[in-house]
Each structure stands twice: as structure tokens, then as C-alpha cells.
T-cell receptor, first 111, second 113 residues
């Protein structure tokens, strides 16, 4: 069974601070996706990383896929209240559309 | 982007009744859809893979007779929670895959009294 552990599980910081969320596994994934979910809604895709060592930027969000494709990180610069939500990483394997979801990180940005 | 809808968005039912939840891909066809369950403040747990024209594939520990899945067309999958009990209360979410991403429905909150 493939598992994805996210850390921290909960994070509450002041507006303007920086933060990093980690997503770790002992298994290799062909791609890794990051989603954000707001209460009462379905998750929304933020980014997909495919290549080991890949770095993708989405405005203030920076995503990195580990060289061995076993882990990933999400760094947010100058966090804003609108960044509040549940962040989920999810791994996929070639030829299989099924996703393995991480344990989740609940982020709260305090104005 | 692609859109997936769910109906109803919330439902309250009495213990022992059955509840059907619909998942539709609105602007693309999906031969596969996924059903997830999410408890408060937790991540998504995959329940089953819905396959158009064939039987669903259930994850370990999920009762197939309890959670009936039908994928009768390329745009519709249904999940029926049979003889619902309070412990079945949860947030149920479906998704439909496209290359390198999945599109999620808005979820259905089920409360069983």
C-alpha cells in the first residue's frame, strides 16, 4: 500500500509569513498533484509535477517534486488569508488513474 | 476547465433508508469515475472506482452491497448508500480523471439521523 504523509498536519500563521508543506512517501510516483479544498467543496487542482526535481511556480506558490519522485513540497510566500484551506497532495502511477491522497495539511492564515 | 457536478449537495435521511447520489461530467466523457469519502478535518479516502459498462472496483474494507455503484453512461455515475446508518454520515465526493489531473465534484453531505 502506498502512503503519502503530509507535514505539518495543521499550520496557523500570520498574514505575510512564509510556509512550507511537505508530502513524503517511501513509494515512487509517476506524477504528483497538489489540490486545495475549501470547506463544503471538492478539491481544486493547483499543479501537477511529473519530472523528478521539477519546480513549478504559481504566483506566490512554489511546488517541487523530489529527485527520486517520492516526495514533494509546497512553499507559499507572503501568505494571505485567501490561502486558507486544506492542502492535499496526491500521487499517481503510470497507466493508473487512481490517486493516492496525502493525509492533508490544514492551513489557516490569520489577518 | 472540465466540470463535474454532484446531486444532491446535501441530504438528511432517516436510519434504514437508501440514498442515491449522482455524479455527472458536464463537458467531457468519463469511462472511469472515482468515489471518495471524507470525514471532518481528514483527507479523502477512496471508496471505489466506477467503470462505465462494467462492475465497480471497491477498495479494501468497503462493502459493495452497502455502497452500490452504477455507471450507466459516459457522463453519469451513481452511488447508492443502502440501509443508511448514522455512521454512514459523511462528505461524499466524486471525481472524473483527465490526463494528469482529476476534476472533483462539489461533494454531497449525507447526514443520517
Amino acid at each position: 500500500t502506498q502512503l503519502l504523509e503530509q507535514s505539518p498536519q495543521f499550520l496557523s500563521i500570520q498574514e505575510g509569513e512564509n510556509l512550507t508543506v511537505y508530502c513524503n512517501s517511501s513509494s515512487v510516483f509517476s506524477s504528483l498533484q497538489w489540490y486545495r479544498q475549501e470547506p463544503g467543496e471538492g478539491p481544486v487542482l493547483l499543479v501537477t509535477v511529473v519530472t523528478g526535481g521539477e519546480v513549478k511556480k504559481l504566483k506566490r506558490l512554489t511546488f517541487q517534486f523530489g529527485d527520486a519522485r517520492k516526495d514533494s513540497s509546497l512553499h507559499i510566500t507572503a501568505a494571505q488569508p485567501g490561502d486558507t484551506g486544506l492542502y492535499l497532495c496526491a500521487g499517481a502511477n503510470f497507466g493508473n488513474e487512481k490517486l493516492t491522497f496525502g493525509t492533508g495539511t490544514r492551513l489557516t492564515i490569520i489577518p | 476547465g472540465a466540470v463535474v457536478s454532484q446531486h444532491p449537495s446535501w441530504v438528511i435521511c432517516k436510519s434504514g433508508t437508501s440514498v442515491k447520489i449522482e455524479c455527472r461530467s458536464l463537458d467531457f466523457q468519463a469511462t472511469t469515475m472515482f468515489w471518495y469519502r471524507q470525514f471532518p478535518k481528514q483527507s479523502l479516502m477512496l471508496m471505489a472506482t466506477s467503470n462505465e459498462g462494467s462492475k465497480a472496483t471497491y477498495e479494501q474494507g468497503v462493502e459493495k452491497d452497502k455502497f452500490l455503484i452504477n455507471h450507466a453512461s459516459l457522463t453519469l455515475s451513481t452511488l447508492t448508500v443502502t440501509s443508511a446508518h448514522p455512521e454512514d454520515s459523511s462528505f461524499y465526493i466524486c471525481s472524473a480523471p483527465r490526463p494528469l489531473e482529476q476534476f472533483f465534484g462539489p461533494g454531497t453531505r449525507l447526514t443520517v439521523l
